[in-house]
């Protein structure tokens, strides 16, 4: 049972584009959203997280949208440069339980 | 370096044999994980420790692994009797206890032959 669904599999974005990647949960007890960004070899990155009491979440470049009564989250990369070619996956987890459960992940590819 | 360091990076092994994995956390972080990952999928949670106390286990976790951290500082992860099945990125993350916040380290990728 997949408890957090990621979407699209793989995403091709021109550079100066808007890269969105989408997720979504089951388990309302889930109450941390993070996203984590992986270079190929390398372990994933903490990029950006979100806690349901708020709908949005912005750092620099990267913005998590929160829709608690969907069960969605996403991420919305702005600005895309060849650099953020990466993998990106979500992840969820709740308190009291410290393991994340992550989506299938997100392939980026940002064109120059 | 002050993230989490994994050893060894590779590893290959022969179907059979025991290998083990050594994770150091950031030195102030008293919450370690081991995760695994296989190819175009999401890390998957094998097991946490907070301190030198193995608090929850995955079902993945058969009891061919078996995980420790003897003084709650570093943590090693062995897999007996290793199968082909057992070839992944083996990851370790750690974090204090008073945030989620976990941070990965580069991982072990193991292949068994």
């Known amino acids: 049972q997949q408890q957090v669904k990621q979407s699209p599999q793989s995403l091709i974005v021109q550079k100066g584009g808007i890269s969105i990647i989408n997720c979504a949960y089951e388990?309302?007890?889930?109450?941390?959203f993070p996203w984590y960004q992986q270079f190929p070899g390398k372990g994933p990155a903490l990029l950006i997280a979100i806690r349901p009491d708020v709908s949005e979440k912005k750092e620099g470049r990267f913005t998590i949208s929160f829709n608690k009564s969907a069960k969605q989250f996403s991420l919305h990369i702005m600005d895309s440069q060849p650099g953020d070619s990466a993998t990106y996956f979500c992840a969820a987890t709740q308190g009291g339980s410290e393991k994340l459960v992550f989506g299938k992940g997100t392939k980026l590819t940002v064109n120059p | 370096d002050t993230g989490v360091s994994q050893d060894p990076r590779h590893k290959i092994t022969k179907r059979g044999q025991n290998v083990t994995f050594r994770c150091d956390p950031i030195?102030?972080?008293?919450?370690l994980y081991w995760y695994r990952q296989t190819l175009g999928q999401g890390p998957e949670f094998l097991t946490y420790?907070?301190?030198?106390?193995?608090?929850?286990k995955s079902r993945l976790l058969s009891d061919r692994f078996s995980a420790e951290r003897p003084k709650g500082s570093f943590s090693t992860l062995e897999i007996q009797r290793t199968e082909q099945g057992d070839s992944a990125m083996y990851l370790c993350a750690s974090s204090l206890a008073s945030t989620t916040e976990a941070f990965f380290g580069q991982g072990t990728r193991l292949t068994v032959v």
């Open positions: 030195s102030e972080h008293n919450r």
């Open positions: 388990n309302t007890a889930f109450d941390y």
């Open positions: 420790f907070q301190n030198e106390a193995q608090l929850e």
